[in-house]
């Protein structure tokens, strides 16, 4: 199981914090990211954008990214402030 965590704007738009999902074997981030895009189509431009921090097991992420069984995933929109 996979666990995705969705941070401020996304968490708004997905009207949840945490989605799970049943992997079989690992994928990548990319692939994760159209899974989400199924699921929460309300997230798509902002998943789709370059601007979006990933992280896996609290580490920064790119889309060819590994995620195996037991991974947290937290997708973070951009940050603005100062």
Do not use: C, H, W
Not at 46 to 56: K, N, P, Q, T
Not at 64 to 76: C, H, I
């Amino acid at each position: 199981m996979v666990t995705v965590r969705f941070f401020a704007m996304l968490r708004g738009l997905a009207k949840a914090e945490v989605k799970e999902y049943e992997i079989g074997s690992p994928i990548t981030v990319g692939e994760l990211k159209e899974m989400i895009k199924k699921d929460f189509p309300a997230l798509t431009g902002l998943i789709d954008s370059r601007s979006l921090l990933v992280s896996v097991n609290q580490e920064f992420a790119n889309r060819d990214t590994a995620v195996k069984d037991g991974d947290e995933v937290g997708f973070l929109p951009p940050f603005s402030g100062g």
